[in-house]
């Protein structure tokens, strides 16, 4: 896996990745960024949620769950000293379908979070407490 992240001007990057996708990164203005894109430790979270709702979906599509809609919503925090790593994530899993399983969905975020998802796994073992929970909208 490769990726190349070039500097554009003042604290905006464009990131791309190995497989030729781009995406903007840049700082707040006070750090001189313009603001045109997420920061990068919002990078790592969002890289992280979406590793662990592929994880999601992919399991309870092969238990052939009747799933309509997954959001992983994210809460983080960071320590307040430099450098400002993340101390805990969470991650709330709303997940939508035609009667689900609770059992199935708990089963998913389980092994997602234990087993299959490389980005928080690497985290946890980096001395980010992560924890997940899950609920179930009937459609």
């Keep these: 896996m490769k990726a190349s ?6 604290r905006q990057f464009v990131a791309e ?3 030729g996708h781009s995406v903007v990164i840049d700082g707040p203005p006070d750090h001189g960024g313009r603001n045109t894109g997420p920061r990068p430790m919002e ?3 969002m890289g992280m949620g979406a590793c662990t709702s592929f994880d999601v979906l ?3 599509e092969k238990a ?3 799933v309509t809609d997954c959001v992983a919503s994210i809460e983080a925090e960071r320590a307040d000293t430099v450098p400002a790593v993340f101390t805990k ?3 709330h899993f709303t997940v939508s379908g035609h009667n689900l399983k609770e059992n199935q969905v708990k089963r998913a975020v389980e092994l997602s979070a234990e087993k299959y998802c490389s980005a928080s796994i690497m985290l946890a073992k980096g ?8 609920s179930i909208v009937d459609d």
Excluded: F, P
Aim: aromatic share 6%; net charge negative.
């Design 17 to 19: 990745s190995g497989s």
């Design 58 to 60: 992919e399991i309870l």
């Design 64 to 66: 052939r769950a009747g």
């Design 89 to 91: 994530i969470h991650v």
């Design 5 to 10: 992240i070039k500097w554009t001007d003042g």
């Design 127 to 134: 001395g980010v407490e992560v924890t997940h929970s899950y």
């Design 43 to 45: 990078m790592l979270l």
